[in-house]
């Protein structure tokens, strides 16, 4: 049987990362190992972690500095890969799973693999918020035969990138694609690994797997928000995604995206000092072009 | 054996009288081996000849056609022998005398590859390599990185596969059970000692091993007991090709061949698709120790003809991502079986100990002395140590090899006389263990090395180069990159960590020890093949 290593990347997040780990522990297909990745939280994450390192399927991975996400993500899921595990079963710490979320997921991409005749490099779930409507946030973009699964009466949509919140590797996607970009920091490091792997082949959402993201707000990314105290994420966002479309894409994707950034900050009426440092970033990544680290085989 | 000897002058075979050592006699029992089969019914005359030092065998080649030789051949020996081999050939065409002439070739010789280099250029290399040693493989390294990087960016074609179910029988074969090997060589090695236990395993199971080897060697490794009773074929090149289908044809019509285990034989490999073609229910394992370095090697080659082996065994977890992960390899059809207990027998393993530190701290490098082991690098770090070690310190170089004269050298030029001690291979790995706080593995290419396995069991941390499978064994902190300055630096500044901090080493240690535990539950290699040479007897 295939095994799974559930990976949680947390910083500073005690409270919710209690409910995150019990929902994981307690899923109908439990994961043979959950990876917990504490990215040099201050608040006390440790002693809450300690309790649940008596749990022999329980690997906490203490880092020495906040990687981000990207940094966490690509820590967690390489030492998932160096358990030996099959798949890696990634999502943030503000991310509660159905108990059947696993199961669905891994049944899921069995059955849109068996329909399609092919491996998929990703299956991820359905992401509620806390009201039980869409996360904004967290849809993933579809392809442009997204209902082919559907209209085989399969509950999966086709799909070519999704955020980090529920998502299934297969250890083989690893293995050809490497880890996520830990250069990226934060934002949009999960679209361009998804958009990565995608080179293999679409990735599946599975609508019968559900997680709730518990946000403050359920609001997607959008450049008009931009405001003094969330500027350090979108300057980490506008860096990461110039540098995509540029190195991973073409110029005409940098410039539309360019033009796209341009129009957002318009029209949320951002401030001129603002949008200066965000296109400063742009800049930057023109430079900033990462390469992705191959995780190792141990087991 | 497939053939029956009327006469024979100073071969020994007979009677233990002859001009030949044990090693050259079986070198012309595998000459007559191949013959014999090539030939079925027919009789030959072998005229035995022996060439210089350094000289290759030619056992199977068209040159043994010629009644003609080189002028410093000396004849040593002649065996007319009649091939033992069913044929259903009528008796006439068989009457027939076939005269050969073998090449045993010289005395094993060991010569680094640069030694060999010829021209202007070569005397260039010699000497850059010589007086400077890193800075040159800091040039290879980088000439690896690229030539990996393009070389990976390529998918390995592959072989169509074989649709027929059942071949048109043509003869029938054979009543004792046989297995056929493929061997690159027999010299001393990783994959070929593993190919070694494995004949021993089939004749145990109560097989008739056929050993083929198909690379040029002296073959010093064919005198091993586990080849006793094996039929034993060494090949040389080039063999015309009505004769490799004749050898093929009398191997599977001689004797009742039940399934094919390669070891990194390139000859037998390509050859699968026929064979697969007349006798399609043959199982066909291929085992894998190494992804090679630089190219994919028998690795790739075991991909393009994927189409044709039933399953790739891997020893190491590495290998296994590689063909799944990156060839898309069928998961059912990679079997990982590891060698974990290969070579600590005998070692106490009852755990990690703590080294009594009243002495200097000793840094050991235990290994061949040969490009791929780098034995240069780790005096380097010998004399980087020498400079900056917190405390007193002292090495052991346990080995020998192509690379002897050019490690005595550095040693006096680093100036490490002093607290350096040279072990020969004649000294048990065991002593040095026994003797070292830490050990060095500086090799720029590896499987899953040996010694590391030793070394855990004896309780000593090992600083690594991050190569090959080295990741399975080897604490994280403790594997260094393969370009010589980085791993200089690092593999110094964990060594200068171990002696401020015997609980810093300890930690590593217990890591090192916890991997090799966790390594150990894998499947075992042996077990498996045991009961995979079981299920293929009748």
Not at chain 1, 119 to 132: F, I, N, R
Not at chain 2, 184 to 203: D, N, P, S
Not at chain 2, 248 to 263: K, P, Q, T
Not at chain 2, 428 to 444: G, K, Q, R, W
Request: net charge negative.
């Amino acid at each position: 049987m295939s095994t799974v290593a559930a990976v949680v990347v947390t910083y500073n997040r005690k409270d919710k990362l209690v409910k995150v780990l019990d929902h994981v522990l307690a899923q109908t297909r439990r994961p043979e190992w959950l990876v917990v990745v504490d990215n040099a939280s201050t608040d006390g994450t440790d002693e809450v972690l300690a309790k649940y390192e008596t749990n022999d399927s329980v690997v906490i991975l203490r880092l020495s500095e906040n990687t981000g996400g990207a940094g966490g993500f690509a820590a967690g899921m390489a030492r998932g890969y160096e358990l030996g595990a099959d798949f890696v079963w990634i999502m943030d710490d503000d991310c509660y799973a159905n108990e059947d979320a696993l199961e669905e997921l891994v049944n899921g991409l069995h059955q849109a693999e068996k329909a399609m005749d092919m491996e998929l490099p990703y299956a991820c779930s359905l992401v509620k918020w806390t009201d039980g409507g869409i996360c904004e946030m967290n849809n993933p973009g579809t392809t442009w035969d997204w209902g082919k699964l559907i209209a085989r009466g399969q509950e999966n949509v086709l799909v070519t990138h999704c955020s980090f919140v529920s998502v299934l590797f297969p250890r083989w996607a690893l293995t050809r694609f490497g880890l996520p970009l830990k250069e990226y920091f934060i934002w949009f490091d999960d679209q361009e690994y998804t958009l990565r792997v995608t080179k293999a082949g679409p990735g599946v959402q599975v609508l019968r797997s559900v997680v709730v993201h518990d946000l403050g707000v359920n609001r997607g990314v959008n450049f008009g928000d931009v405001n003094a105290s969330n500027m350090w994420k979108f300057e980490y966002g506008a860096r990461n995604e110039a540098s995509f479309r540029l190195h991973h894409e073409n110029p005409v994707a940098f410039l539309k995206f360019v033009v796209r950034l341009e129009q957002g900050l318009r029209g949320g009426k951002v401030p001129w000092s603002l949008r200066a440092k965000l296109f400063r970033k742009v800049i930057e990544g023109v430079k900033f072009n990462p390469k992705p680290d191959m995780p190792r085989s141990v087991l | 054996m497939p053939f029956e000897v009327l006469d024979e002058s100073c071969v020994g075979l007979v009677e233990n009288d002859g001009l030949l050592d044990d090693r050259e006699r079986r070198l012309v029992v595998g000459a007559a081996n191949f013959h014999a089969l090539a030939g079925p019914g027919q009789t030959f005359r072998l005229t035995v000849l022996r060439g210089p030092r350094g000289t290759m065998p030619s056992l199977t080649d068209d040159q043994t056609r010629r009644i003609e030789w080189e002028d410093d051949r000396e004849v040593v020996g002649s065996l007319v022998f009649r091939s033992s081999v069913h044929t259903t050939a009528d008796a006439g065409s068989q009457d027939k005398l076939v005269d050969l002439a073998v090449d045993l070739g010289g005395e094993p010789e060991v010569a680094s590859a640069y030694h060999q280099l010829n021209g202007v250029l070569g005397k260039v290399r010699r000497s850059v390599r010589f007086f400077a040693p890193v800075q040159f493989d800091v040039l290879r390294q980088y000439r690896t990185d690229m030539t990996e990087r393009r070389y990976r960016r390529h998918d390995v074609p592959r072989k169509a596969p074989v649709r027929i179910s059942r071949g048109a029988s043509a003869n029938p074969h054979g009543d004792t059970p046989a297995i056929l090997f493929g061997l690159h060589w027999l010299e001393l090695g990783g994959a070929e000692r593993f190919a070694l236990e494995t004949i021993q395993l089939a004749k145990e199971a109560g097989f008739l091993p056929i050993v083929v080897v198909d690379r040029p060697s002296t073959h010093p490794w064919i005198t091993r007991p586990e080849l006793d009773g094996a039929v034993v074929v060494p090949l040389s090149h080039p063999i015309s090709p009505d004769q490799e289908s004749a050898f093929l044809n009398g191997v599977l019509s001689a004797y009742d061949v039940r399934g094919i285990h390669l070891h990194h034989s390139s000859w037998l490999v390509q050859r699968l698709p026929w064979i697969k073609s007349v006798r399609p229910e043959i199982p066909v394992i291929d085992s894998l120790h190494i992804l090679e370095w630089r190219t994919g090697g028998f690795v790739d080659i075991s991909v393009r003809m994927t189409n044709v082996i039933d399953v790739h065994h891997v020893i190491s977890p590495m290998l296994r991502d590689y063909l799944i992960g990156r060839q898309g390899l069928a998961p059912e059809r990679v079997k990982l079986a590891t060698l974990a207990n290969l070579t600590t027998g005998g070692i106490d393993q009852s755990g990690p100990v703590s080294k009594d530190h009243d002495g200097p701290f000793t840094v050991a490098f235990v290994g061949r002395f040969t490009q791929q082991k780098r034995p240069y690098l780790f005096l380097q770090l010998a004399a980087e140590l020498k400079s900056s070690a917190p405390g007193p310190v002292k090495f052991i170089v346990h080995g020998d090899g192509e690379l002897s004269s050019e490690v005595h050298g550095l040693i006096a030029r680093l100036g490490l006389s002093d607290v350096l001690e040279l072990r020969t291979p004649a000294r048990p790995v065991a002593d040095t263990l026994a003797d070292a706080d830490a050990l060095v593995i500086s090799s720029d290419n590896e499987g899953l090395t040996l010694t590391s396995f030793e070394a855990t069991a004896a309780g000593i941390p090992v600083v690594s180069t991050d190569v090959g499978s080295q990741a399975s064994l080897i604490a994280e902190d403790l594997l260094c990159s393969r370009h010589p300055y980085p791993f200089i630096k690092t593999a110094a500044q964990r060594i200068r960590t171990m002696m401020i901090s015997p609980a810093q080493r300890k930690t590593w240690l217990d890591e090192q020890a916890a991997k090799a535990e966790a390594f150990a539950k894998l499947p075992d290699a042996r077990t498996w093949i045991r009961d995979t040479y079981q299920g293929w007897l009748p």
